[in-house]
């Protein structure tokens, strides 16, 4: 089993070894193979997200699958909310039955904000996690702008980078717990765990 996953920079891709790490014994033999293609920015969207999908998914070395990993929060006003930014992937795409869209509400930040106390611990200062679920931390200070705070006001002296620091956040820690926490996670999880004959979440 093959599985392309089409991100939007290098956080997600700092988080390829976790979730592998996460993925390994629960799928014993039955590991697929997962192939980053990462964007810088933000994946292709219409017509370009459609070609892009088509071809990774025939030739000599397609892919069995392909899931494309967005942010709700890009920038623009693409999304509505998670539901509609799947739904427009899935159009885009031209509903392709072996295309599967995911998203982080509202950034991938909102996957580490479960991991609070290993931020603190990281970034050196004790501010208070925001409020509410991790997912539901929006666009008007969306998760990668609380962690950002925090290490600018800390003691580690240095801003947030996104791939250094994404990857110290989540290492030795169980991704179940922020699954639990983050139900688009979760439903990530849940894809790649199905589609490889495991067992969901």
């Known amino acids: 089993m093959k599985i392309t996953i ?3 920079g290098r956080t997600e891709q700092a988080f390829k070894a976790h979730l592998i790490d996460f993925l390994k014994p ?8 997962l192939d980053m293609f990462p964007y810088s920015g933000r994946i292709p969207k219409g017509d370009d997200l459609r070609r892009k999908v088509e071809n990774l998914l025939s030739g000599r070395n397609s ?3 392909v899931i494309a990993l967005t942010d709700v929060y890009t920038g623009s006003n693409d999304f ?16 392709h039955p072996r295309f599967h869209p995911h998203v982080a509400q509202y950034d991938f930040e909102a996957w580490l904000l479960p991991y609070w106390s290993e931020i603190q611990s990281i970034a050196g200062h004790n501010m208070r996690a925001p409020q509410g679920l991790p997912e539901t931390v929006n666009h008007g200070k969306p998760p990668s702008y609380h962690l950002k705070e925090i290490f600018e006001i800390g003691r580690c002296r240095d801003s947030y980078s996104k791939p250094r620091d994404a990857n110290r956040i989540l290492k030795n820690q169980d991704l179940r717990i922020a699954a639990e926490q983050c139900p688009e996670l979760k439903a990530f999880l849940n894809t790649i765990l199905t ?6 979440l």
């Open 63 to 65: 892919s069995d699958a």
């Open 80 to 95: 509505k909310d998670a539901a509609d930014a799947k739904e427009k992937m899935r159009q885009w795409a031209g509903n």
């Open 195 to 200: 589609l490889s004959g495991g067992q969901g």
């Open 6 to 8: 089409l991100v939007e």
């Open 26 to 33: 629960r799928l014993v033999g039955r590991m697929p193979r």
